[in-house]
């Protein structure tokens, strides 16, 4: 559906050149919610920019539903953006227009007749839950409202890809929670394709089925989301997992352990279907041997379970080392922290 191939955008400000985009090669396929994850500067506007062809790359090309977008008209480029709509993280609504009016404004623009563009905008004031805002100005909208006009609106010309730039940073928790909901319908329901920028882990893991972390204009991982939470290669993307997930107890909790007589601690994960299986229990009810979960989590990503558990095992110590042994066949699993060590 989106290609790029090995492309690279450099801007040159006077002597200087910036390397915004370096060597990328990513797909979105029909279908994907993806992500592209990164700090400040990383390049991922730059990427979203190569996309509805605000930009041209300086080498490499960019294909969108089969069509090299860097060797397109002016016309023709105009024709295309049609087929693609951007929500933003300031929302980008006109504050002189009505709620109505801005979700009817791509279609005016289009030339949609009237009967159509109020048929159009009734039912995406539904789709978007604000049948009851119509008349209102946006000034008279919450952040979440706002942003619910700005994916109607983004909608209006029924586009196959919707961009998001950064959709949810100028949101709370709980709003932000709406509209990614918002979003997985959109996807789902109305099979649009979304390509979404970020830095937070957390959209990418409740909404993105595909992910690109970008580090100095790079894609340095890319994949399935579940994949790369479960086994990340890069340390930028360890960063990333663990601002939602922390991985061990803190400190004063390590202490107080230690302070307490607690043994060793173990990571135990579990992937998929593995996560429902009780292989704890019954591994260590074999050599007859507590374990104690210390700390961790199980959560869903992509419809899957992905345990994360930090445990110790008391009893014999030659059982317990034969637990571990047997474990380590069935599941990922290390040692995090030494008694004493
Ligand atoms: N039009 C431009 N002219 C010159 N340099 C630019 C231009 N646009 C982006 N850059 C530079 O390219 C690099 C990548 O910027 P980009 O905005 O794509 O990163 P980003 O990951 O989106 O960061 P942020 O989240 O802060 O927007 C930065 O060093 C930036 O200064």
Redesign the pocket.
Known sequence: MIEFQNVTKI?T?GKRK?E??KEVSITVEKGDIYGII??????????LRLVNMLERPTEGSVHIQGIDVGKLSAKQLRERRRNIGMIFQNFNLFQSRTVAGNIAYPLKLAGTSKSSVNKRVTELLQFVGLSDKAKDYPDQLSGGQKQRVGIARALATSPDILICD?ATSALDPNTTSDILKLLKRVNRDLGITILL?T?EMGVIQSICNKVAV?EE?KVIESGNVFDTFTNPSHETTKRFIRSVQQELPSEKVLKEWTEAGGGNLYRVLFKGERATDPILSSTTRKHNIDFNIVYGSVRELQEKLFGNLIVSFEGDEQQVQLVIHELETIVDMEEVYTHGG
């Open positions: 801007f400000l910036v915004a985009v990164g700090f400040s500067g990383a390049g991922k506007s730059t990427l950064e920028i830095h970008m204009g």
